[in-house]
């Protein structure tokens, strides 16, 4: 296949990460380090930190992510779909509508059952 | 033809073989001299961007911005960057070190990998996936964990809160994203960028100006800039996910947000404003560069104005955006995008000729129409709900007694 | 051995390595982490057998979407990240023993088959996979009853999880 493209992509991979690393390793060498105990507490503003900086989080995170995963895979079917749309039959791009007819009413159900309301 | 880069990687092709290294080896060195070229130019215009961001914001604020390090304050971000390097570097206490100083990294390495697939010019293109669009789907996905990580890993609540409303925001604006990028990929019927721009005689703007303003829209969401911007709402969580953070490890969070925004300029350009395309780019492929880039700037000049131009959205007005408008228009673009493109050939209009892109233009702005018309028939229901007399103090309607 | 068996060797050791530490990590986030790299590992196995569309959708799925929502899992839950209990079942060297011998008959079934040895044919460049992949999904004589059918799926998934998931006021 296209092997070039991909050798390139993966030395971009390796090379990415070291750009950004190199620029985190010159303060290592020219920043001043004096580090104590006020300069390294949790910054809230100068308010002191009360409990855990472990928040817990409601649901409604949860139930989004799950119908952004839901529309994110059909989506990834979709794809090949729209590459191969001039070779494709009328009936073919009907089924692939009605692929998205199905999630849309999924959609519908979730909204009028007020899942999409951020409360 | 004037094509000074492929001059030069002939010329070294040339001479590294000539050395006696093996083909593989030669092909190997020419990737990686490749990679650098392109991550060292996006940088240095990343480093120009400091001035641009801060000049531009300026003018919008009736301001005069950088002006006394060089010419215009050319040298500003030179300055700034000083600046930052010798800043002290504070990890804060409890905060996990590895993840901590992994996530900056990360947040700029992958708007860099996105550069990998946009292709310059004609000529020049690092790498031409036949799976281009979705590849900037997956980096982007990437990206949001360089978020959560230094979110987590900062020990401190408001950088935690900032993170996850930013990755509730992403993820909920991929969605948009994902489905108006099939447009383009309808149109030119490849998912390869390089393709796309190759298919653009006529602009996608105009056959799909839809799926390109719901592209422009969720990209701004994703870039977490205004109006989208409640990740780092200064008055609520400080500064969002990088509360914690100092010196060149912020430097590099900003820098990341900064080249991303450039980026999302280019590839809006690259996908519906023909990318390299230009007069005489044929005859000096050089010259691609320079449109793609103008292309870009012109984006993230729009991207800058919403920014400055618009207030915060609420979270529940930017979920409720986004559910209940822009997935069902653009799963409704994408539908008839292909039901008309169908349509189109089998009547014997090829792809891409002008009486297609007129055709779609006209598909484009029926749906227009008909969403503005239920747009307004829904305010109109909304402003007689308002308007309607309702008892202050009466539980039904106080919303107290519901809770 | 070819540049493309080295880079296998090491990113398959990598990949193993990250799923080792995600079952042995103490910190349940550094788990989740781990796991994001085990998968990323797996993405560039495909991308190493030619199959470019699976690898970005490995990471625009695993990564983008059911890593989030696991993060988002672990948030959700009062601080149990950090919770320290037994890693490992009282039986874990039984589950060692089992895991070995299903990979032992595993690969000794495996090296009995003729196909294990035949080199992969060679994909010629004009021949563009996603494309294929999208006229076999929605042919009549491919997978169109498959993909239909994971419409259905993934509404009654949409469906089924929001009910479980979503707690009415």
Known sequence: MQHQDWLFIGVFLVLAPVFPAAALLIPRLLAPRKPNRIKLQTYECGVETIGDSWVQFRVQYYNFALIFLIFDIETVFLYPWAVAMDQLPLFAVVEGILFILILVAGLMWAWRKGVLQWS | ?403 | MTPLQIIFILVAAMTLGAGLMVVTARNLVHSALWLILALFGVAIVYVLLQAGFLAVVQVVIYIGAIAILMIFAIMLTRNIATESGPRFSENWSWALVIALVLFGTLAWMLSGWEGIAAQAPAISPRFDTVRELGLALVSPDGFVLAFEVASVLLLAALIGALVIAWDRR
């Open chain 2, 1 to 403: 033809m004037f094509d000074p880069i492929n001059a030069i990687a002939q010329w070294l092709a040339k001479l590294l073989a000539g050395w006696g290294l093996s083909s593989g080896l030669v092909n190997l060195i020419l990737t990686l001299l490749g990679v650098v070229v392109v991550a060292s130019f996006v940088l240095i215009v990343d480093i120009f961007l400091v001035w641009v961001e801060r000049k531009v914001v300026a003018r919008f604020q009736d301001r005069l911005g950088p002006n006394r390090l060089g010419p215009f304050g050319l040298i500003q971000p030179l300055a700034d960057i000083i600046k930052l390097l010798i800043k002290e570097d504070i990890t804060p206490v409890g905060a996990d070190k590895v993840v901590y100083n992994l996530a900056p990294i990360l947040a700029l390495a992958t708007v860099l990998m996105l550069w990998a697939v946009i292709p310059f010019a004609p000529t020049m293109l690092g790498a031409d996936l036949n799976v281009g669009v979705l590849y900037i789907v997956a980096v982007g996905a990437v990206g949001t964990l360089g978020i959560i990580m230094a979110g987590w890993a900062s020990n401190n609540k408001y950088a935690l809160l900032g993170a996850m409303r930013t990755v509730a925001l992403t993820i909920a604006y991929e969605v948009p994203m994902v489905i108006s990028l099939l447009v383009p990929v309808i149109l030119a019927r490849s998912m390869s960028i390089h393709q796309i721009v190759n298919m653009q005689t006529i602009w996608y703007i105009v056959a799909a100006p839809l799926a390109a303003a719901i592209f422009l829209i969720s990209a701004i969401a994703e870039l977490g800039r205004a109006p989208f911007d409640l990740a780092e709402a200064e008055s609520e969580i400080v500064a969002g996910f990088h509360i914690e953070y100092t010196g060149m490890k912020f430097g590099l969070f900003y820098a990341g947000e900064l080249l991303h925004a450039l980026t999302m300029g280019a590839l809006f350009a690259s996908l519906f404003m023909g990318g390299w395309r230009g007069p005489f780019v044929e005859q000096a492929p050089i010259l691609g560069v320079l449109y793609l880039f103008l292309k870009a700037m012109f984006i993230y000049w729009v991207i800058m104005w919403v920014k400055y131009s618009l207030p915060r959205v609420r979270i529940d007005h930017m979920l409720n955006f986004n559910w209940k408008f822009l997935t069902p228009l653009a799963l409704a673009v994408v539908m008839l995008t292909a039901l008309a493109d169908k349509a189109l050939v089998e009547f014997g209009v090829s792809a891409g000729s002008l009486s297609y892109s007129l055709s779609m233009l006209a598909v484009n702005l029926l749906i227009g129409w008909i969403t503005l018309s239920l747009l307004r028939s829904y305010a109109r229901i909304e402003r007689r709900r308002v308007a309607a007399p309702r008892p202050a103090a009466s539980p039904e309607y106080s919303g107290v007694a519901k809770s």
